[in-house]
Each structure stands twice: as structure tokens, then as C-alpha cells.
């Protein structure tokens, strides 16, 4: 298949043509326009009624009643339409026979229409709200543009530009379509917003790349000037944008069904099916029995509505949006209801750096003066730094610190911690200026106190930045003058350098540690900064010397060096934990960023991507001391790709990578690369989660299983594109949201569990009552108010389950075998519990015949006469007559009977499902409580409250058969009970399946990891007193000491995602 | 792209014929022999303990009841009336007086109802003392009260072999449902009316349509086997110029304060409605 990717760079330069290549007078007769005097307000109007106005299209929404009508069809909406159409058709047929004594059937597809357009209604209603929060952000469009018409500059609103403009723009502005410099001064712009890449790029008016998207005369529509001024010529606007032609692709790119709309299809077909195949199964049998077509009929429509739970879809979006909120609490925005689900399979996180992983702030992390490194505290909070600071060194290097810097605080912010407060200016000076603030205090009052005299700002040619400044000691009357700048620059113009306070000749010692220091700093991915003085002779230069910057009549050589700072973007503090908690979840993170491939590897092994033990090629390279050719790429665990690379590779080659290591890095990417590494990580079969903030990103996002925007750095068009938005852009959040993400889906599958296993005691009476033709035990009305009365809160509550285990200790279940629904889980609901449940329904039912005079065995095949309306002396046991209605009335009191029983062995059933290992005694859950208690509530309410209410067939009932299924409940209870010793108990047994515990041998969790330093009892993770689990490191496999193997009677092996096969390994080595 | 690629037709069917039977690793729909069984014997054990535990609890419960009366006659707290003969389809009697065939079924039916009346049948009845009921708390043999076919008059059978359907006045047997315990007040009879004024003329056996208190109450069928439930006759003197006609005839159960005769949703509680249309 064509990559997107390669269309996108293809369409993109097609779309530019070659207007960076021609001058400004070519361009003039292109557009017809005119530099000096702009366009004609006659011709602009004409421009913009051929062009449009200079805007995107919005995305095209959905149109809300497609949305409406999908509720209304998808799921077991069709099912119940087809139960309701039957019903009509009977209760049709019954017309014109003359007949309408069956006014129930017409009245029954009433009443199943209802429940599918309500529930419909419901299930819309939901998802319009998650969508609507999202409305908040839309806006991206610059609002007013300085234009030159008609010889005039004016202020015209963005949208009414038309190509052939002519445009102003300074520092802050942003681009209001795309353009064509002819004029630029100090214009640098941030292409973030398209690139990703934050670091500002300069713009001139020269052609300098062939690519229209690399020359420097070109600025991009809703990219921003920093700074600088400019002027330039419209050549694009709206959709013909860059930015526009990016946005008309992401719509292109298909959305992926989520794993969780896949799992709920599964279930849907499943359930479906059994109840298509029983009903159909059951109209031949009833036919053949010679039951008339129209009863058949009828009673296919039992079946349906007894097999489909109705009531499960709503719950299950309820679920899902309980646990939307409490993700928005805990920052994780979640746009689309089933994304929060997605985020728990997650197996593969490709994370941005800058920002998600880091604070993007420049920061000072390492010190270098008297020959000695020291580190300096990067934490976001930091108010005070812990290293050394006796030596006279760091007094003179903090005063060229706090001297030589042009960065200032924006006024009125004394009361914000330090790391808060604005700054004017660069990066580096920025995290110059905190730093200084930080251990000096009031840097502003230092400056007043040593007043600058003279000043030459950073160039790219000099590459140092100097200044000569008043010192506040009265009685030296020196100037100062102190200059920072690149390492090896700054060397170059020092003869001594500053040990102890004490000033040493530079000799070639000194400039080895200084380049070792300085290597070491580099090699951390760090910026390292030179600092040096030198105190001007006091006779050479008096207080009253002129100083002139542009002849530079004072010494620029023969400086003394003071020391080094290196300054790098910090990890945000709670991200290593998060990535440890990545790792032991199974969840491979891989950083893809712009950065330089040391910086990127230097965060990465800070927070974890790449662990301390593992290494790249060239690691190994190094360490063997081997050309990089010649490793065996496949030792390394870890790898950093560069972007180049990543250009050249094939997708097979690429593939090779993603499977072999476990520590990725990408590094010079662009975000259009991501995309690639998307897919091919799609094509693992990974369930890949994606962070990104620019307008590029927003393909990758789309592709992307999860697609995570940034909240406060995010683009809008990005945020557009993802299914979650991160209000905190904090890489920690994303795994709070996995956590919550995996639970929900353990807790649904309760859910289901829960609502499956009543399915057969609704279903039983009618295969019975067919069978045996009996009086019907239970209605289909009745069902329903089990299905969306009864049921309902309980389900629910089972979303506000907890854990079984630390649920971040196991790996990402696998689609294709850990289904919401299995086998196993169909089998123990509906054989087991569900048959148990029916036995118990059935006592009760015919508990309240027989004590009304009808025992059992008058019962059996009665059904025809019993519904005979004409029949109004119908005998029972004892001998008495019973007219139609007296026995109808008894029938309601059967229906209450059963529903009343089907409700309290529901309650033993919640208090089962609420674990699947644990005992109920292991774990409590308060809302299991509310959950019980509005079951029993609702119950009472329809027996007692609406027992008078015909239409409802329910009676009062005596309050005694209440609890006649209760020994039935408690039996279902203490099976459960049993079941769970016996899995907890034997793990692994192969009666398993019959015990719904298959799962645990795939994906059980690890509760403690025996992980001891030294290496001599390793890798054995234990997860149960009778479990253990052995990491993928073959190599310490040998370790393994037999008693220990011991201990686990099953052995289960995991291979945390890597390619190596712990389970073959293991059993090699049991053969050794 | 992440698209699987389908599976050539002739490997799917392969996979299928493993599924079903595995020879190497002698697994039939993915199980063994063994771990069918297993599971087999499972279910066997699992069902039969649920069948036990279902036939022990219906036991328990059926040893609670006793054999006599019901637990709860709650729910039958007032009689039914019916009548016989019981037209199959609805209560609806379509015949021609002077076509044997057509009102032959009814004269049947009645016949057939009438027989467990016949005075042999009724040798061991009692002649109870009319206008009171007959109680018999104390006694363990609970005898049935005598009722002569000779109070049915013209309706008894005896006299007319067709019960008046082939003179154009067909008898219809009205009988109240027997329910245990029921000791109806006052006087009761069945009165019937046709909606339309003078289509009909009624008579009604026994006289005014009465029926007998020492008939009440019914002791069950175990404990009173031989009981015989009153029965009011009533003969419809159609007028001739009302033939080809449907008249629609309701009788109900009047002059006792305890037995319901206008329940809104049970129709034939103390009441019944028939309809009649004869041809020549």
C-alpha cells in the first residue's frame, strides 16, 4: 500500500509551484500586484469572489441524524426492531382474523420500539455530550492581517486576504496564509505548528533550498513570527495552504474501529447469534409440534427479547463515561467515549519528547569550574540548589552568569515561584537568568548595581555574547568584562583559566580536562555555554572610556575562563516512574522526537525508554571497540534511529527494527515520520497510543489507535485529531489513563458476565413452556424490567470495581485472544450460573401454582387450554373452576414470582462477578451496595407499587416466595466461592475451562517482583503463592536454581513483548 | 495495511478439517477424547445435582400442601359461571330447529354432561335439606347432595330428547364454578336477559332460575367425590319472528351479597354472555 506519507510530500511541493524561486518583479506580473502600492480593493474583491475567503473548511462533521439512526440500528437495536415488526405482523394477522383479544402483541411492539428508540436516545445523548466538550477548542484562525491596498496599509480581518497581497508581519504576528518573502529583517518564525520542531528558524528573502518547504522565503499560513519584521507577497490562502492541504489529508486517513467498539461487535454477533439460532431452532420445533404459525411466531419473539440484553449497551457507554470522568479528573480528556477503553490495550506508546516527557524549559543541569563537575537540581519546583557553592570560582562565574545575559522577567510577577514567572528572551538565557535568580536572589538589582556599559549581543558568526559592566565594589574601579558563549570559542580567546578563584596559566593539562569535561557534557545531550572575564586595567581604561562595540577598542583575547554550564530540557520528575510503570505494564514506550540523537538518548536513559543496562550498536561498538558494522545489531536491546535513516528504510527494514528491540528511540524525525513508525508498529499488531501537538502530527494521530493531543502546547488541528486530549501534557497521565483504561475493561467484562447469566433463566421458560406447554412462567414485558429496570444500576455499580490485582503489573491484553466476551465466560454464565438460576426461578414458579391449587403435575400440557379464552371453568388439582381471567391473573402472579426470583439470585450473582479470582471477603466495594439495594428497591416498587397496573403484568406477591430462591442464591454463591478456591488453589488445572479461568494463564498478574541486585537468584517474577513468571532475559535463565522452580508448581512465560521466545528457552533449559 | 490477507479457500479447509478432528494430536474440535470426557462428566455431574436438588426442593414444597384444599384460594374468591352445552370456538349457538344435524353436537354434549346426573349415578347422594347450607366441618365423609334431573324440567332430557332444539326452544345449562369453601348469601339465582326486548321469551328450571344453598360448600375432589354442582336450565322461547336473528343473551348470578356478578375485567365472573341465532 501506498504510505500516506509519500503523497503528502508529493502533493505538498506540487501545490507550492515555484514562487520561491522567482524575484520579486516576476512574482509582481505573476499576481498582478504591485510591491509599493499593494492590490486594487476592485481586483481584491474580485480575487476573493474567484478564490473564497482565507479559511479552512471545517472538517466535515457527521451529520447529527446519521448519528442519530446508527444508535437506532447498531447494536441489538435490530434484533428488538425485528421483535417489534413480529409483533405487529401477529397482532396484524389477529385483526383480520378477527380475533383482538392479542391487543398485548400490539401493545409488546409498542413497548420494544420504545425500548430501542429510548435506549437509542440514551446512547446518542452520551456521546453528544463527550463531543460537546470538545467544542471549546476550533479556533485557529489569525484574526487581523496588515495589508497594503490601494497604496494604503490597513488593518483588514485574515479572511478577506486573496492572493497577490501584500502583508505585513512583525514578531508575534501570526502568518495569515502562506507567503512569499520580499522583505525581511531579523524575521524568524516558529514552524511548530507544522513541523513540530520548536526551535525558531530565521527568514529572509533569498531562495535558498529547491523545496519550497525548506527555502527561507517562504513563512507558512498559522505558523508564528517570533520575531523580527517582514513583508511579503500572499501566494496561497485557505484549503491551498499548506496547513490546509495537511487538514484536507487527515480526513483522509480512515479512522480504526476501537478495540473496545470491536469487542462489543464480537459480543453482539455472539449474542445475537445464540439468540437467532435458539429462536429459529425453537420456531421449528414449535412448528412441528403443531403449534400454528402465529404462535410460533409469538414465541420467537419471547426468545429474542429473553436472549438480548437489552439494557447492556447503555450501561456499558454509562461505564465508559463514568470512567471518561474520572480520567478528565486525573487530566485526560477523553474525546471519544471508546478511546478510554483503547488506551487500557495499549501495547506501544510513541511519545513526543519535548514537553510530554520534558518540562520544555531549557534548564541547567550540569556546572563545570576549579576542574570539577557538579549537578544542578532540574526539578520543576526547585527554589534552592543543593551543590557546592564556597568556591570563589562560582562567585565569578554566577556574576558573568547573572552580568552577560539579556533575558529579563516581565515586571509584576514577585510573588510567583521563580520557575513560574515569564522571562523575556531566549532559552538559554532564560535558564540562565532562573538559574542566577534562583541560588543569587534579585538578579535586577545585581544588574542596576553593576551597570552595563557596553554591549555586543550573540551573532551566529562570533558565537559569544559579551559585555563590559561597572563592578558594585566601590572600591575597585575596573570595568568588567565578561563574555559567554560556544566552549571551544570562548577557549580559544582565554590564556589563563581560573582554578580555586585563583588565576593559572592555561596550559595544555588544563585545556584536556576542559575538553573532557566538556565532551562529557556534550555527550549527555546537553548545551554547554563557556564563561569567562576579565577584569579591564584600571590605567588603560578610566571611568571615563568611551567603549565602541563596533571598533571593540578593548581586549577580546587572552580572557580568563571561568567555567561551564550545560543546560538541557529536564525530564518531568513523574515521568520515570510512569515509564517503570510502562515497562512492568508490558507497554513499549518509544520517544519519537526532532532532536538531536544524543539529547534524544540522554533524556531517553533519563527517564527509562532506554534502560541503564542496555545498549545501542554503537554502545556496543564502543565498548568492543569495533566498527559499527561489525556488531550483531541484534545484542543491542536498544536502539536510536535518526531520521535520515529512517528516509532509506523499507518498510520490511523498519519492521526488523520495531521487532528487535525493545528500547526504541527516533530521533530528527518529522512528524510525518511518525506516521510511518505508527503503522509499522500497527503492523506488529500493537495497539499503538500516539502523542502530538503539531498540525503535522494530526495524520499519525488519526492512524493511531489512540491518538493523545496536548492540551496546553497541542494545536488545535491536532487536538481535532485525537481521540484524548492531555490537559497537563504530561507523559505521566497517559499511563494514569492506561491504568483506568484496563480496569474499565476488566470491570465490563463483569458487567457482561453479570447481565449474560439471566439470559438463560429468562430464556428457560420459554423453551419449557414450549416443550412442556406449561402456563408461561415469565412475560416478555417482565423480562424487559428485569433487563432495563432491576439490572440496570448493578451493572453499573460493577464499573466502580476495583482492581483484582496490581492490573499494571501484566502485560496489554492481546486482541486477538483476550476478548470481552470468551468461551469460557459465555459457558459459566449461561451452563452454569444461568441454569442454576432457572432451577431457582422454576421452584418458585411451581411453588405459587401449587399453593394456589395447580400442581405440577396438572401443569404439564396445559398450555392450550389454559389459553383458551373460552374456557371458563378450567379445573385445577382440587377440583375447583377457574375462569379465563382468574387463571390469567394467576399466570401475572407466576411472571412476579419468577422475576422476583431471577432478582434475588441476580444479587448472588453480583456479589460473584464482583471478582474473578478473589474471594468476596478479599475485596469490598461500597457502590456494590447501592447497586444491591436499588435491585431489591426497584423490585419491591414494581410488585407492591405497580401490582395493580394491568398492562405491567406484575401482581403483590405473598411475601414469602421472596424467598424461596433465596437457598438457589446462596448456592450460586458459595459454587462461585468454590470455583475460585479451587483456580486460586490449582492454578493451571485443566478443568479450567470449565471454571471460567482461562485467562489467568495468559494474562495473570505479577504481585511481587523478586528482581535482587547481584544476580544470583534473578528473574523470577513471582505473582501468586503457586505462580511465577519468568521474564525473557535468557541469559540469567541458567541462574534459575531448580528448589526455586519448585516453588512454582505452573510456570507461565512471558516475553514482555520482545522477540525472544521465553517459553522455548525455558523449556531448553529444563532439559539441560 | 494492517488488513489480514485472506487465507486461500483449500488452507481454511484444512484448518477446518484439523479443528474438527486432529489425528496427530488426536483432538476432536480441539479436545481430546480425555478432555471431552472430563468435561462430559462434569456437565453429568454438575445437572444431575441440579436435577436432584430441584426434585428434593419440589418434594419438600409438595409435602407442605395438603391433599385436600389448596394452600391459597385467594385468587378464586368468587365464581365463574358457564354454561353447557359450549359451543368450540365462542359462545355462540348456531342452529336450524328443523336440521337434526345441525344442533346434534349440543344435544350431545348435554347428554354426555347430564349423564353423571342420572339418578343411578346418584345412589349414594343425599336428599339435603333445602334453602341451607349443607356444612360439614365435623365429618370425614363429606356426602354430595341428591340433585334431581326432574328439577331441570323440559331441560332434563327425559321428556324431549333434543332439549327443545328441534321446537325452537333450546335449553342451556348454566353451572356456577365450583370453588372450595364457597357458601354463597342470600338467595342465589340466575337471571338472564337478551339485550333486545321481545326477540325471547326465557323460562328458567328450577323455577326463577334458584339455586339450592344445601349444595354449598364444595369439599374438594378428593374429599367430596361425588358432588354434584347445581344446575339452572334455561329454556329460550324464541319468538318466530326473531329466527335468522343473533339475540344475545346474558345471565348472571343475583340475589347473593358475596358472589361478584360485574368484575370490569373478568367477564364471566358471576356473569356469562352467549349468543344464539336459529334458522328454519
Known amino acids: 500500500m501506498k504510505s500516506p506519507f509519500c503523497s503528502l510530500s508529493f502533493s505538498l511541493s506540487f501545490g507550492i509551484q515555484d514562487d520561491h524561486r522567482l524575484s520579486a518583479s516576476e512574482l509582481e506580473t505573476k499576481y498582478g500586484t504591485s510591491i509599493s502600492e499593494g492590490l486594487s480593493s476592485a481586483k481584491a474583491a474580485q480575487v476573493l469572489a474567484r478564490d473564497g475567503p482565507n479559511a479552512l473548511t471545517p472538517p466535515k462533521a457527521t451529520p447529527e441524524i446519521v448519528k442519530f439512526l446508527k444508535q437506532m440500528i447498531g447494536g441489538f437495536s435490530i434484533l428488538l426492531w425485528i421483535g417489534a415488526v413480529f409483533s405487529w405482523i401477529s397482532f396484524g394477522i389477529q385483526l383480520a382474523q378477527g380475533t383482538v383479544s392479542f391487543i398485548d402483541q400490539l401493545y409488546l411492539g409498542v413497548v420494544l420500539a420504545l425500548v430501542v428508540i429510548l435506549t437509542g436516545i440514551f446512547a446518542y445523548y452520551q456521546e453528544a455530550k463527550s463531543t460537546n466538550i470538545m467544542a471549546s477548542f476550533s479556533k485557529m484562525i489569525p484574526q487581523q492581517a496588515l495589508v497594503i491596498r490601494d497604496g494604503e496599509k490597513k488593518e483588514l480581518p485574515a479572511d478577506q486576504l486573496v492572493v497577490g497581497d501584500i502583508v505585513e508581519i512583525k514578531g508575534g504576528d501570526r502568518i495569515p496564509a502562506d507567503i512569499r518573502l520580499i522583505f525581511a529583517q531579523g524575521c524568524k518564525v516558529d514552524n511548530s505548528s507544522l513541523t513540530g520542531e520548536s526551535e525558531p528558524q530565521s527568514r529572509s528573502c533569498d531562495f535558498t533550498h529547491e523545496n519550497p518547504l525548506e527555502t527561507k522565503n517562504i513563512a507558512f499560513y498559522s505558523t508564528t513570527c517570533v520575531e523580527g519584521t517582514a513583508t511579503g507577497i500572499v501566494i496561497n490562502t485557505g484549503d491551498r495552504t499548506i496547513i490546509g492541504r495537511i487538514a484536507s489529508l487527515t480526513s483522509g486517513v480512515g479512522n480504526e474501529k476501537t478495540p473496545i467498539a470491536i469487542e462489543i461487535e464480537h459480543f453482539v454477533y455472539l449474542v445475537a447469534g445464540v439468540a437467532i439460532s435458539i429462536g429459529v431452532l425453537f420456531f421449528i420445533i ?29 450501561t456499558v457507554t454509562v461505564s465508559l463515561s463514568l470512567t471518561a470522568k474520572r480520567m478528565a479528573k486525573k487530566n485526560c480528556l477523553v474525546k471519544n467515549l471508546e478511546a478510554v477503553e483503547t488506551l487500557g490495550s495499549t501495547s506501544v506508546i510513541c511519545s513526543d519528547k519535548t514537553g510530554t516527557l520534558t518540562q ?72 540562565l537568568l532562573k538559574f542566577a535568580e534562583v541560588i543569587l536572589g534579585d538578579v535586577m538589582n545585581i544588574r542596576a548595581q553593576n551597570k552595563k556599559v557596553a554591549e555586543i549581543p550573540f551573532n551566529s558568526t562570533n558565537k559569544f555574547q559579551l559585555s563590559i559592566h561597572k563592578t558594585d565594589d566601590p572600591n575597585d574601579e575596573r570595568f568588567l568584562l565578561v563574555m559567554k558563549g560556544a566552549p571551544e570559542r570562548i577557549l580559544e580567546r582565554c590564556s589563563t583559566i581560573m582554578i580555586n578563584g585563583k588565576e593559572e596559566p592555561l596550559d595544555s593539562e588544563k585545556a584536556e580536562a576542559f575538553q573532557t569535561a566538556y565532551m562529557e557534557l556534550g555527550g549527555m545531550g546537553e548545551r554547554v555555554l563557556g564563561f569567562c572575564h576579565l577584569y579591564l586595567p584600571e590605567n588603560e581604561f578610566p571611568d571615563t572610556y568611551s567603549f565602541d562595540t563596533d571598533s571593540m577598542n578593548f581586549p577580546t583575547s587572552n580572557l580568563c575562563f571561568v567555567g561551564l554550564l550545560s543546560m538541557i530540557d529536564p ?237 499494571m503489573n501484566r502485560r496489554p491484553r492481546n486482541k486477538r485472544k483476550d476478548r470481552l466476551v470468551n468461551e469460557q465466560l459465555a459457558i459459566y454464565s449461561y451452563l452454569q450460573i444461568g441454569i442454576m438460576q432457572s432451577v431457582g426461578a422454576f421452584v418458585t414458579y411451581f411453588t405459587v401454582y401449587a399453593e394456589q391449587g395447580f400442581l405440577p403435575s396438572t401443569l404439564l400440557g396445559v398450555r392450550v387450554n389454559w389459553e383458551n379464552n373460552a374456557i371458563n371453568d378450567f379445573e385445577d388439582s382440587y377440583g375447583q373452576e377457574w375462569t379465563k381471567y382468574q387463571r390469567t391473573y394467576l399466570q401475572w402472579t407466576g411472571y412476579t414470582a419468577f422475576f422476583v426470583s431471577i432478582t434475588i439470585q441476580q444479587v448472588a450473582d453480583l456479589i460473584i462477578r464482583k471478582t474473578r479470582r478473589n474471594s468476596i471477603f478479599q475485596q469490598g466495594n461500597k457502590v456494590i451496595w447501592v447497586g444491591i439495594f436499588s435491585q431489591i428497591g426497584i423490585a419491591l416498587i414494581l410488585t407492591y407499587g405497580l401490582g395493580h397496573v394491568t398492562a405491567l403484568n406484575f401482581t403483590p406477591l405473598r411475601f414469602q416466595y421472596w424467598f424461596v430462591a433465596v437457598p438457589f442464591a446462596i448456592l450460586i454463591w458459595v459454587y462461585d466461592e468454590v470455583r475460585k478456591l479451587f483456580i486460586r488453589r490449582y492454578p493451571g488445572n485443566h478443568l479450567h475451562p470449565i471454571f471460567l479461568s482461562k485467562e489467568n494463564i495468559t494474562n495473570f498478574p505479577i504481585s511481587s517482583l523478586l528482581l535482587q541486585a547481584g544476580g544470583t537468584r534473578t528473574c523470577i517474577i513471582k505473582t501468586h503463592p503457586h505462580h511465577c513468571l519468568l521474564p525473557p532475559y535468557g541469559d540469567l535463565l541458567p541462574l534459575l536454581t531448580k528448589p526455586l522452580l519448585l516453588e512454582c508448581p505452573v510456570c507461565a512465560i512471558s516475553s514482555m513483548g520482545s522477540p525472544h521466545d521465553g517459553v522455548k528457552e525455558f523449556h531448553d533449559y529444563e532439559k539441560k | 495495511m494492517s488488513k489480514e490477507t485472506k487465507k486461500p479457500f483449500r488452507q481454511s479447509m484444512t484448518e477446518w478439517r484439523q479443528f474438527i478432528y486432529n489425528p496427530n494430536s488426536g483432538e476432536f474440535l480441539g479436545r481430546t477424547a480425555k478432555s471431552w470426557g472430563l468435561i462430559l462428566l462434569f456437565y453429568l455431574v454438575f445437572y444431575g445435582f441440579l436435577a436432584a436438588l430441584f426434585t428434593f426442593t419440589m418434594w419438600v414444597m409438595l409435602q407442605t400442601l395438603s391433599n385436600d384444599i389448596p394452600k391459597y384460594r385467594d385468587r378464586i374468591s368468587s365464581p365463574g359461571l358457564m354454561i353447557s352445552p359450549k359451543p368450540d370456538t365462542a359462545l355462540e349457538f348456531y342452529f336450524n330447529k328443523s336440521d337434526a344435524q345441525s344442533y346434534a353436537e349440543y344435544v350431545a354434549t348435554l347428554r354426555k354432561f347430564l349423564e353423571s346426573y342420572d339418578d343411578s349415578k346418584q345412589s349414594q347422594n343425599i336428599n339435603c335439606t333445602p334453602g341451607r347450607i349443607f356444612d360439614q366441618n365435623d365429618v370425614a365423609v363429606k356426602k354430595a347432595c341428591r340433585f334431581n ?132
Open chain 1, 571 to 807: 525530564p518531568r520528575s513523574t515521568v520515570p516512574d510512569a515509564v517503570s510503570k510502562c515497562r512492568s505494564a508490558g507497554i513499549k514506550v518509544i520517544m519519537v522526537t526532532g532532536d538531536h540523537p544524543i539529547t534524544a538518548k540522554a533524556i531517553a536513559k533519563s527517564v527509562g525508554i532506554i534502560s541503564a543496562t542496555s545498549e545501542t550498536v554503537e554502545d556496543i561498538a564502543k565498548r568492543l571497540n569495533i566498527p559499527v558494522e561489525q556488531v550483531n545489531w541484534r545484542e543491542a536491546t536498544a536502539a536510536v534511529v535518526n531520521g535520515m535513516e529512517l528516509k532509506d528504510m523499507s518498510s520490511q527494514q523498519l519492521d526488523e527494527i520495531l521487532c528487535n528491540h525493545s528500547e526504541i528511540v527516533f530521533a530528527r524525525t518529522s512528524p510525518q515520520q511518525k506516521l510511518i513508525i505508527v503503522e509499522g508498529c500497527q503492523r506488529q499488531g500493537a495497539v499503538v497510543a500516539v502523542t502530538g501537538d503539531g498540525v503535522n502530527d494530526s495524520p499519525a494521530l488519526k492512524k493511531a489507535d489512540i491518538g493523545i493531543a496536548m492540551g496546553i502546547a497541542g494545536s488545535d488541528a491536532a487536538k481535532n485529531a485525537a481521540d484524548m486530549v492531555l490537559l497537563d501534557d504530561n507523559f505521566a497521565s497517559i499511563v494514569t489513563g492506561v491504568e483506568e483504561g484496563r480496569l474499565i475493561f476488566d470491570n465490563l467484562k463483569k458487567t457482561i458476565a453479570y447481565t449474560l447469566t439471566k439470559n438463560i433463566a429468562e430464556l428457560c421458560p420459554f423453551l419449557i413452556y414450549i416443550i412442556a406447554s406449561i402456563p408461561l412462567p415469565i412475560g416478555t414485558i417482565t423480562i424487559l424490567f428485569i433487563d432495563l429496570g432491576t439490572d440496570i444500576i448493578p451493572s453499573v455499580a460493577l464499573a466502580y470495581e476495583k482492581a483484582e490485582s496490581d492490573i
Open chain 1, 360 to 431: 520544555n524549559r531549557m534548564t541547567v543541569a550540569h556546572l563545570w569550574f576549579d576542574n570539577q563537575i557538579y549537578s544542578a537540581d532540574t526539578s520543576e519546583d526547585q527554589t534552592t540548589q543543593p551543590f557546592d557553592q564556597s568556591s570563589p570560582s562560582w562567585t565569578a562565574l554566577s556574576k558573568i552568569v547573572t552580568l552577560c545575559n539579556r533575558a529579563e522577567f516581565r515586571p509584576g510577577q514577585e510573588n510567583l515561584p521563580i520557575m513560574k514567572r515569564v522571562v523575556v528572551g531566549d532559552a538559554s538565557e532564560t535558564a
Open chain 2, 149 to 280: 334431573l326432574s328439577e331441570l324440567g323440559q331441560c332434563s332430557g327425559k321428556e324431549d330428547k333434543t332439549f327443545g332444539y328441534s321446537k325452537g326452544t333450546p335449553c342451556v345449562l348454566v353451572k356456577v364454578n365450583r370453588i372450595i369453601g364457597l357458601k354463597p348469601e342470600g338467595e342465589p339465582r340466575i337471571q338472564c336477559a337478551s339485550k333486545e326486548a321481545g326477540m325471547v321469551e326465557i323460562n328458567y328450571f328450577p323455577p326463577e332460575g334458584l339455586i339450592d344453598l344445601m349444595y354449598f360448600p364444595y369439599y374438594g375432589k378428593s374429599l367430596h367425590a361425588h358432588y354434584l354442582q347445581p344446575l339452572v336450565a334455561v329454556q329460550l322461547a324464541i319468538n318466530s319472528n326473531s329466527t335468522k336473528e343473533e339475540i344475545a343473551i346474558e345471565c348472571k348470578i343475583l340475589g347473593s351479597p358475596n358472589l361478584k356478578n360485574e368484575d370490569d375485567r373478568d367477564k364471566f365472573l358471576g356473569r356469562i354472555a352467549f349468543k344464539v341465532q336459529m334458522t328454519e
Open chain 1, 286 to 314: 414449535s412448528v412441528s409440534m403443531r403449534y400454528k404459525i402465529l404462535d410460533s411466531i409469538i414465541f420467537l419473539i419471547g426468545i429474542i427479547v429473553a436472549n438480548v440484553p437489552e439494557g447492556l449497551l447503555a
